[in-house]
Every structure is written in C-alpha cells, then in structure tokens.
C-alpha cells in the first residue's frame, strides 16, 4: 500500500492540491519540524556532531519526493491557478526546509 501511495506521488497521479499543501507544505512541514527539533536536542546536549547533522537532514528524501510530485502533478493540471504557484511554493518550501 505504502509503495503505490508513492507510485501514484512519483507519476504525478495524485491531485496537485493535495499533494502540495496536504502532503509537502502540511505533513512535510510537521516532519521537517520534528527532525529539526530532535538535531538541536543532540546538538544541545553536546551529542556527536554526525547524529545531529543525520537527524536534521534525514527529512531529505521525503523533501525530494515532494518536490518532484508536485512538479508532476502540476504538469498535469498545467491549465489551473495552483500549478504555477505550487512549482514556484515548493522550491521556496524546499529551500525553507532545508536551512531550518
């Protein structure tokens, strides 16, 4: 079930509102948070460097994913409002991400 759920993200078969604010901006973001969080828990307490810089950046593959679906599925639906906008918020939310 989880490898058709991103079959379906990986093709551009999920609607693009879906997966740009359910997916990306609202689970990503969660996510992102929680990894973030976890890394200056390590940091903090004076963790190993490498186990900080692992947490923090171990949202990375789910951030590619999203931004590559939603580039997919804006293709898709190239005609509505949401496309443009959703390829140019998901390359602002990655970047985002990415430093925080």
Same mark, same amino acid.
């Given at each position: @079930?989880? /490898?058709?759920?991103?079959?379906?993200? +990986?093709?551009g078969e999920?609607?693009?509102a879906?997966?740009f604010?359910e997916?990306a901006?609202?689970?990503?973001? =969660? &996510? %992102? $948070?929680v990894?973030?969080? #976890?890394?200056?828990?390590?940091?903090? %307490?004076?963790?190993p460097a490498? &186990?900080? =810089? $692992?947490l923090? +950046?171990? #949202? &990375?593959?789910? %951030? /590619? $994913? @999203?931004?590559?679906?939603t580039?997919? /599925?804006a293709?898709?639906? %190239?005609?509505?409002p $949401?496309?443009?906008?959703?390829? /140019?918020g998901?390359?602002?939310?990655? &970047?985002? @991400?990415?430093?925080?």
């Amino acid at each position: @079930m989880i /490898a058709r759920g991103i079959r379906s993200l +990986f093709r551009g078969e999920t609607p693009l509102a879906t997966v740009f604010w359910e997916y990306a901006v609202a689970w990503g973001t =969660l &996510l %992102n $948070l929680v990894t973030t969080g #976890a890394a200056l828990v390590v940091f903090v %307490n004076d963790g190993p460097a490498w &186990l900080g =810089l $692992l947490l923090h +950046f171990s #949202a &990375l593959p789910y %951030n /590619a $994913l @999203m931004v590559f679906s939603t580039w997919r /599925a804006a293709a898709r639906e %190239n005609e509505t409002p $949401l496309a443009g906008f959703a390829r /140019a918020g998901i390359i602002v939310w990655f &970047l985002i @991400m990415i430093v925080f």
